[in-house]
Each structure stands twice: as structure tokens, then as C-alpha cells.
């Protein structure tokens, strides 16, 4: 790439020896001097090189609105097959696969009972409309899901349900599966008790007027506590619209404003109409490339991001940023004199905001594959702070060594706690075992951001690419040389 020239700083690493390697180096039961020696260079050639920034801003100035099925998606898929050829892959091509389509088109709320309080409004991803000309009706107020749930059918029916739940903000992102069952399957428990439509405080943490869409999920039984878990279940959900009603999130400073209404006594009424589009079955892309491995190019190690992205923003954090990552790390490694022992394979997943349906045709299509290991970037907007595992006991000692590089940076190693490869290699880990690990971003401020129109490339910091790119570089080197296999905990 036209920033670096790292291919003379790295085509002589592979003979170095031991006493030429980095400093931090110690001894070793795993890698060689020479492995590690070169995930050392990579790791500290990536963090002075500017590429993955340039790939994420290419990205959202050419392909801002790229939600499955719509127009910026075929641009996108342009864009990733042009720029991995151009980056030396050696082999790229595009899995077409076919999806239910859905298309935002409006939504407004306004509360008639007070002064006819316009609210910030965005559909839910995958609601359907409300009759023509809307619906007015009182409101009624639920804390939780279960709340609506323990309610009696004479106290929905009619009615537009609002929900209120609030994420709690934590590093690690674990304050969203919790809040998160409002908008995933409130839609379905409104319908089932003779609502008319359902409004939910968005699911995020910030205090600002953008509210948060997201998909919604359809058929599952059970309430799903993790954001993996409900991208999952969609993916494997029923058709749109079986047992439904419109439904739409409102920013969290007018849910603030909207609950200070409710805790008056008075009765609230809203005018509420949501517009969106069902165009039917639709065509999207995974895009795929490979470096192909110099010793056993058919054990393959997979990494990569989602390229689609919804509408309301332009999803520089979500996930183009994690697109970038990935495909220059990958890229970096194809560069070396010597290429790793086993294939890294690259995907920009398509439709993960849909149901992570680009992830799941992907495992029907390559169920043959011997994926031996995964990770994908697809959460945080800071740095990477831990590595956490997601292989069995016995192959945790081997991250723990590959740790000992990404330790230098600040980067924390716990083999108690539990990764997971990603959610678009979720099929892979269900269905085929897959092992893998956690390069955990920073999500303190994920979800200010998450599935809004701020989600844009002005709050993300080259830098933060630059080290997380480092990262992901030195991590895949060494999984694709180590010379034993990963097999996956229990998930």
C-alpha cells in the first residue's frame, strides 16, 4: 500500500537470530525466535502505518448507506473486491446469497396530549408499517419486558406499548443483551396481547437526540441476554411480520422527557406512523480473500468484519472500522518473504444487520472448510485492552504465549475469561466447532454510538487503527504458524 514500505523491514525478519529479536523477547515453548520475532515487527509496523484509516474513510466516502439490498451495497461489494485485489491477495471472489429485504422509509410520533411534542423517532430494523394514516391511541408505560409481559391483555389491547429499559454502560459491552430484549422481541409480546404498536426508550448510553435503530428479531422462544445471542437467532428466525406490530425507538432525551409525562398521572396519547418497505427476496455478498499458506494451505484461519451497515449513519465504527482492521492486518502478512503455514482467509461478511444471514450462508457454503481458528473485529471504538480465549484448556497456554507480544502495548491476557470468535463466526462456532479468541475493544462509548446517525468517521481515531491493526496482525501470524491444532470450549 502506497503509506508503508514494510516489505524490506519484514523480509528479513524470518532470519533473525534469537539474539537479533526484540528485546521483550523471552523464551519459548510454541513459536520460535523467528515467529515471534516477526510477529514483533508486524506489530510495531502496524502502529506506525496510516492504511487502515485510509481504507475506513475510502470506505464510508464511497459507500456511506450500504444496508443489504439497497444501492451502496453492490458499491461496497465493488470497493472490497477492487481493494483486495489491489492489496495482493492471492485469490478473491464474492458468495452471492439470497434474504428477506427490508427498506426504511418513516417514522414520526407526536404526543397530542401535550402540546403535540414532536419525538425523535427511528423504525426498528425489520418493522413492519403501521395502517395507512398511522395509528392514535393512549399510551402505556412498561419499565421492562417482563413487565409487559405479566400484564393482562384488557391493559395492552388498543394501546401503544412503550417500553423504557436503559442499557447500562459497561467496557466490555455486557449492559446491552440485558436492555436489549425490548427491541428484539417486544414487537412480538405487543401483537400477542391485542397491541397496536410498540415504542422503546433506544437501546444505547448516551444522552443525545439520536435515537438508536436495530434489527428485530422474529420466532424464537426464549429471551436471548447477549447481543450474539439475538444476531443469531434472527438469523434463524421466522419470516418478517408473523406475529408483529410496527415499532420504532425514540432518542434517550425524549424518552427522559416522555417518562417525566407518564409520572404525572395523565393519560398520554400518540399519533404514530411508521413507514418501511418490504421488497421481498433481495440478493447480497460476502466478499472473500485469501493469502494462501506456504505448508498446509488447507487448514484455514478466518477473520474479517461486517461491511453492511444501517442506514441511519454511515457505520464507520460499526463495523467499517472493523472491515479496515482486518484486511489490513491480513494484508501486512501477505507482504512477508514468507508466507504463514496456513491460509488466512478474510471476509466482509454482508447482511450481519439483518440477521447475520451473509454468516450463515457462508457456513452452509463452506461447511467442508477446516476453519481451525477465528476472529472477527466487530465491537469497541477504543483500543483493544485484553485477549480473552475461546479454545479448549490445553490450546490456552498457546494464546497465552502469543499474549507475551501484544503485552508490550498494554494489551491484558485472561485465560479465565471468555472469548468468543465473533458474531458472523457464530455459525461456525455452533455448527462446526470453531475455535478462536477475543481481541476485546474498548466499548465504554460503543453504544453511545451503536445504530445511530452519529455513527460516523469523525469519532474514531487513526491512532486506535493503527494499534488495534497491530493486534490483530501479530495474532494471526501466530495462529496461522502454530504448528498444533485449536479446538473450541463449550459454547
Not at 524490506?8 to 534469537?18: D, F, G, N
Not at 430484549?181 to 400477542?192: M, N, P, W, Y
Not at 497465552?400 to 479465565?416: K, N
Not at 470453531?434 to 451503536?450: E, M
Amino acid at each position: 500500500m502506497n503509506t508503508r514500505n514494510i516489505f524490506a523491514l519484514l523480509a528479513a525478519v524470518p532470519i533473525l537470530s534469537a539474539c537479533d529479536a526484540p528485546k521483550e523477547e523471552t523464551s519459548t515453548t510454541y513459536f520460535s525466535a523467528e515467529q515471534m520475532a516477526t510477529a514483533a515487527s508486524l506489530r510495531d509496523a502496524a502502529q506506525e502505518d496510516s492504511d487502515t484509516w485510509v481504507l475506513l474513510e475510502e470506505l464510508v466516502s464511497v459507500a456511506p448507506k450500504r444496508l443489504a439490498g439497497s444501492p451502496g451495497d453492490s458499491v461496497a461489494r465493488d470497493w472490497a473486491v477492487a481493494k483486495l485485489e489491489s492489496l495482493g491477495f492471492d485469490r478473491v471472489w464474492v458468495q452471492e446469497f439470497q434474504l428477506r429485504g427490508w427498506a426504511r422509509e418513516s417514522a414520526s410520533a407526536t404526543v397530542l396530549s401535550h402540546d403535540n411534542l414532536d419525538l425523535d423517532i427511528t423504525s426498528l430494523g425489520k418493522s413492519v408499517s403501521t395502517p395507512a394514516g398511522g395509528v392514535t391511541a393512549e399510551v402505556i408505560h412498561f419499565g421492562t419486558l417482563a413487565d409487559l409481559e405479566a400484564a393482562t391483555e384488557s391493559d395492552v389491547e388498543g394501546k401503544i406499548v412503550f417500553i423504557s429499559n436503559r442499557m447500562e454502560r459497561k467496557k466490555d459491552g455486557s449492559g446491552y443483551g440485558p436492555a436489549n430484549v425490548a427491541r428484539s422481541r417486544g414487537h412480538e409480546v405487543v401483537a400477542r396481547k391485542g397491541g397496536l404498536a410498540l415504542l422503546i426508550r433506544s437501546i444505547g448510553t448516551d444522552n443525545h437526540d439520536a435515537p438508536h435503530t436495530g434489527g428485530m428479531s422474529y420466532g424464537e422462544s426464549g429471551a436471548p441476554q447477549t447481543e450474539l445471542d439475538i444476531a443469531y437467532e434472527a438469523a434463524i428466525s421466522a419470516p418478517y411480520g408473523e406475529e408483529t406490530v410496527a415499532a420504532g425507538a425514540i432518542s434517550n432525551i425524549d424518552a427522559d422527557a416522555f417518562e417525566a409525562l407518564f409520572e404525572s398521572g395523565e393519560e398520554i396519547t400518540v399519533a404514530l406512523e411508521i413507514r418501511n418497505n418490504d421488497p421481498g427476496e433481495i440478493t447480497s455478498y460476502n466478499i472473500i480473500g485469501e493469502i494462501v499458506g506456504s505448508e498446509r494451505p488447507d487448514e484455514v484461519v478466518i477473520t474479517g468484519g461486517h461491511i453492511d451497515a444501517w442506514d441511519t449513519g454511515v457505520g464507520a465504527m460499526d463495523d467499517g472500522m472493523g472491515v479496515a482492521i482486518t484486511m489490513n492486518a491480513v494484508s501486512m502478512i501477505g507482504e512477508l518473504a514468507q508466507r504463514p503455514a496456513r491460509t488466512i482467509r478474510y471476509v466482509a461478511f454482508g447482511a450481519e444487520e439483518l440477521g447475520l444471514l451473509g454468516a450463515k450462508a457462508y457456513a452452509e457454503a463452506y461447511a467442508d472448510v477446516d476453519h481451525v481458528f477465528g476472529i472477527e473485529s466487530d465491537f469497541g471504538i477504543g483500543k483493544v485492552w485484553r485477549l480473552s480465549p475461546a479454545v479448549s484448556a490445553d490450546a490456552v497456554p498457546v494464546l497465552g504465549e502469543i499474549a507475551t507480544v501484544l503485552e508490550p502495548m498494554g494489551i491484558g491476557w485472561d485465560p479465565g475469561a471468555s472469548g468468543f470468535p465473533g458474531p458472523d463466526l457464530r455459525p461456525l462456532v455452533t455448527g462446526a466447532g470453531l475455535a478462536g479468541a477475543s481481541l476485546n475493544g474498548d466499548g465504554t462509548l460503543y453504544f453511545d454510538l451503536h445504530h445511530t446517525a452519529e455513527d460516523t468517521l469523525d469519532k474514531i481515531e487513526a491512532s486506535d487503527l493503527a494499534y488495534n491493526t497491530a493486534a490483530y496482525a501479530a495474532l494471526l501470524y501466530l495462529v496461522a504458524e502454530y504448528d498444533g491444532r485449536f479446538d473450541a470450549t463449550s459454547q
